[in-house]
């Protein structure tokens, strides 16, 4: 288990950022135009014991409706958050901060479930802070 966080990033980075799917995901596209994708239950000894104390299926389908659909289209790696706003709210005829709350609620809600993982430039990351001694090679307080 990786208990790692992931850098908080500000929002001019989130904009920047661009969405990739998840490859390990099997997805479709189905007749009607909306994607399924299929979940597969984990192998791992935890998901083995969790799915022995709790029903936990080997295979669940999401499916998503049309404007689902076309944001897991564009998130390719090479679309950025920026630009699926913009699509979104000409296309659905919604001005620029309603297209952009909803369509970050959802990439979160993505982003949670592992479905989607965000490309950021390594210049928009936060800069580490510096533990330890100061510049001058002293301890603060000391």
């Not at 904009?15 to 189905?30: G, I, M, Q, V």
Request: glycine share 6%.
């Amino acid at each position: 288990m990786n208990f790692r966080r992931s850098p908080k990033i500000g929002r001019d980075a989130m904009l920047k950022s661009r969405p990739a799917r998840n490859d390990a995901l099997d997805w479709e596209k189905t007749d009607d135009d909306e994607v399924s994708i299929t979940l597969t239950r984990g192998t791992d000894w935890k998901a083995r014991i969790l799915s022995k104390i709790f029903w936990i299926p080997e295979r669940r389908t999401l499916l998503l409706d049309q404007i689902g659909t076309q944001v897991w289209e564009m998130c390719d790696g090479k679309t950025s958050v920026d630009a699926m706003i913009r699509k979104l709210s000409e296309e659905h005829q919604l001005n620029l901060k309603e297209a952009e709350v909803s369509l970050l609620n959802y990439l979160q809600n993505l982003g949670k479930k592992r479905l989607v993982g965000f490309l950021v430039d390594k210049t928009d990351l936060p800069k580490a802070k510096k533990k330890g001694p100061n510049a001058s090679g002293k301890a603060w307080g000391a």
